[in-house]
């Protein structure tokens, strides 16, 4: 059995331990090199592909991005479907398909898998919001550089009392948004699963900053929207019909100035929580993902996602998985709630959180 592999959608850190997994369990397995195809499904289509074995694979493990590059959904794929995907593989004499990307690359795969063609897919998005899996590559990287953001901000916060306002990525799942506030003692958090009321973030930040309390922190989510208080921004759409994300943070960073009174500043980190090296926690992820995914197939279990979960290593059916949003769960909104508004959280008398 010849093994193809490709990496799909945004960049992110752990892809290259991925790939590099996938090349070397599949020479133990099936003592075969790996058909890499660069730009993900556009290098399927135009066959621009590149063979890989053990010694193509030296040094990547600790970089970031992936050495075989990606990119967004093809229009090919739109109007002529799996056919040109099918024909391509089968004159590299591809056999099996290892797919290394986040919800569109899923839904192709799902559509390859359909055809009949075995694909196994591996979860990678910095906003780990792919059902099947607890964890994606690139989030844990990626949740690091939003906290550390997090930790610095405090220290300039503090030392001109002010509110600082921090946008990360997470365009349907505030995964990013939650931890890296939870994780850095954020004020407030807002993420696109509950519409927030800019009124009540600012009276509670008022009230926080007469407790002698000189700085704010308040994470925003790209994607978080209002709850109808106020209007949000029309950014527009891009070609593919999704809202084009675009300032809010700085859109809530306007609101509390003006509610509040106190100077505000705001930051987005954008693109930076994609770069870099990855953490140890992604290296092992996507070493992890990438060698059970080959297994996978070798094995004869293909159309799945190859995830992980409490008790281990979860094979989900990609029918059940492609094109559903993994949310933060009630029980991490409900921390959030209570944990940004620590130490001196109280109820109004109309019920509603107080600091």
């Not at 030296?58 to 967004?72: D, I």
């Not at 916060?157 to 506030?181: C, D, F, T």
């Not at 094995?299 to 059940?320: D, F, K, M, N, Q």
């Given at each position: ?9 945004g ?9 590099r997994a996938v090349v ?5 397995l099936?003592d ?13 289509l135009d ?6 074995d ?6 990547v493990?600790?970089r970031?991005g992936?050495m075989l ?5 093809s229009?090919?794929l ?10 391509q593989l ?7 398909l ?10 192709t795969?799902r559509?390859l898998?359909?055809?009949g063609?075995?694909?196994?897919a591996v ?16 989030f ?11 930790d610095?901000?405090h220290t300039?916060?503090?030392?001109h009392?002010r509110?600082?306002?921090?946008e ?7 995964h990013?948004?939650?931890?890296a ?5 954020a004020a ?5 699963e ?8 600012a009276?509670r930040?008022?009230?926080?900053h ?14 978080a ?8 921004p029309?950014?527009g759409t891009d070609?593919w ?9 700085q ?10 009174g ?11 929580q994609?770069?870099?090296?990855p ?23 293909s ?13 989900s059916?990609?029918a059940e ?6 949310y ?12 940004s508004?620590?130490?001196?959280l109280?109820?109004r ?7």
């Amino acid at each position: 059995m010849r093994i193809g592999v490709l990496t799909g959608g945004g960049d992110c850190a752990g892809l290259n331990a991925a790939l590099r997994a996938v090349v070397r369990m599949a020479g133990h397995l099936l003592d075969r090199s790996v058909v890499g195809y660069r730009r993900g499904w556009n290098g399927v289509l135009d066959g621009d592909a590149v063979t890989l074995d053990a010694e193509a694979m030296r040094g990547v493990l600790s970089r970031g991005g992936t050495m075989l590059g990606t990119s967004r959904s093809s229009r090919r794929l739109q109007t002529e479907g799996t056919a040109p995907l099918l024909a391509q593989l089968e004159r590299d004499g591809v056999e099996g398909l290892v797919t290394i990307g986040g919800d569109g690359t899923l839904i192709t795969a799902r559509r390859l898998s359909d055809a009949g063609f075995p694909v196994v897919a591996v979860p990678k998005t910095i906003d780990n919001d792919v059902c099947g899996t607890d964890s994606c590559i690139g989030f844990d990287t990626a949740l690091g550089v939003a906290t550390e953001a997090v930790d610095r901000l405090h220290t300039t916060a503090e030392s001109h009392n002010r509110i600082m306002v921090l946008e990360v990525m997470g365009r349907e799942a505030g995964h990013i948004a939650a931890g890296a506030g939870i994780a850095g003692g954020a004020a407030a958090v807002l993420v696109p699963e509950t519409p927030f009321d800019i009124d009540e973030i600012a009276e509670r930040l008022i009230a926080r900053h007469h407790r002698d309390r000189n700085a704010s922190i308040v994470v925003v989510a790209e994607g978080a929207v209002p709850d109808g208080s106020v209007e949000a921004p029309d950014t527009g759409t891009d070609e593919w019909g999704n809202r084009i994300l675009d300032g809010m943070g700085q859109f809530v960073g306007d609101l509390l100035a003006e509610r509040t009174g106190f100077e505000t500043r705001t930051t987005v980190l954008g693109y930076i929580q994609r770069g870099g090296p990855p953490s140890p926690a992604d290296r092992l992820l996507g070493s992890r993902l990438g060698a059970r995914a080959v297994e996978a197939l070798a094995g004869g279990r293909s159309g799945r996602l190859v995830g992980v979960c409490s008790t281990g290593i979860a094979y989900s059916p990609l029918a059940e998985v492609a094109g559903r949003t993994r949310y933060l769960s009630a029980d991490q909104l409900e921390l959030l709630d209570y944990i940004s508004t620590a130490p001196a959280l109280t109820r109004r008398s109309d019920g509603r959180r107080w600091f």
